[in-house]
């Protein structure tokens, strides 16, 4: 497998109730920081859905939906032995109301979203595990948030979500665990900066 495989990364290592208490933590600390309205966008196995709801209900958030992002040139590992994995599911809450920001202009928008994975060209910044393609987060940003709103990435890995909210207008705030990860992301977003 690649030096940068999701499996090897650790944070899929946990044990179900640490894993657990780890997400507890986590929305309890968003719910201190999050403004009334404010969205919340997360990517993950679609096997836990079910209890990332409950927690995040416990700290005043409120479901909205479940969707599919869909890899259109997925990695064909494993393609003698079963199917080709090309979706993510990622889920939406609203903080203490039923409903937040949405720039929807009148048009239908579904909760089915498809891009490619991650170009080469936005691999060069540090080669995430799970980068996320800039287009995948403009989708959000752009619907989710008004010109001016702060974006809080909790997990912000290679920076797209960060790249997303300053090409946009957005204010941005970002924190990394790993130190190769915070700095290649800083890097980035730096250059992002220095070109507008």
Same mark, same amino acid.
């Given at each position: 497998?690649?030096?940068?495989?999701?499996?090897?990364?650790?944070?899929?290592?946990?044990?179900?109730?640490?894993?657990?208490?780890?997400?507890?933590?986590?929305?309890?600390?968003?719910?201190?920081?999050?403004?009334?309205?404010?969205?919340?966008?997360?990517?993950? +196995?679609?096997?836990?859905?079910?209890?990332?709801?409950?927690?995040?209900?416990?700290?005043?958030?409120?479901?909205?939906?479940?969707?599919?992002?869909?890899?259109?040139? @997925?990695? @064909?590992?494993?393609?003698?032995?079963?199917?080709?994995?090309?979706?993510?599911?990622?889920?939406?809450?609203?903080?203490?109301?039923?409903?937040?920001?949405?720039?929807?202009?009148?048009?239908?928008?579904?909760?089915?979203?498809?891009?490619?994975?991650? @170009?080469?060209?936005?691999?060069?910044?540090?080669?995430?595990?799970?980068?996320?393609?800039?287009?995948?987060?403009?989708?959000?940003?752009?619907?989710?948030?008004?010109?001016?709103?702060? #974006?809080?990435? @909790?997990?912000?890995?290679?920076? +797209?979500?960060?790249?997303?909210?300053?090409?946009?207008?957005?204010?941005? #705030?970002g924190s990394e665990i790993d130190e190769q990860y915070y700095q290649n992301s800083k890097e980035r977003l730096e250059s992002v900066i220095r070109n507008e």
């Amino acid at each position: 497998m690649r030096e940068n495989f999701f499996g090897a990364a650790g944070w899929d290592n946990l044990e179900f109730d640490e894993w657990l208490n780890d997400m507890d933590q986590m929305f309890a600390e968003l719910a201190r920081i999050i403004k009334k309205r404010g969205s919340v966008i997360m990517f993950m +196995s679609i096997i836990k859905v079910e209890s990332i709801i409950r927690l995040a209900e416990k700290h005043g958030f409120y479901y909205k939906t479940t969707g599919i992002w869909h890899k259109k040139n @997925p990695m @064909p590992r494993n393609m003698n032995l079963h199917f080709i994995n090309s979706t993510e599911s990622w889920i939406y809450f609203t903080y203490k109301a039923h409903t937040g920001t949405f720039n929807n202009d009148g048009k239908a928008i579904h909760d089915f979203v498809e891009t490619s994975v991650t @170009p080469n060209g936005e691999k060069g910044f540090g080669k995430h595990p799970t980068q996320k393609p800039l287009t995948l987060m403009e989708h959000f940003v752009k619907i989710l948030t008004n010109e001016g709103d702060v #974006i809080f990435d @909790p997990f912000s890995g290679s920076g +797209s979500t960060g790249v997303a909210a300053l090409m946009h207008n957005r204010k941005f #705030i970002g924190s990394e665990i790993d130190e190769q990860y915070y700095q290649n992301s800083k890097e980035r977003l730096e250059s992002v900066i220095r070109n507008e």
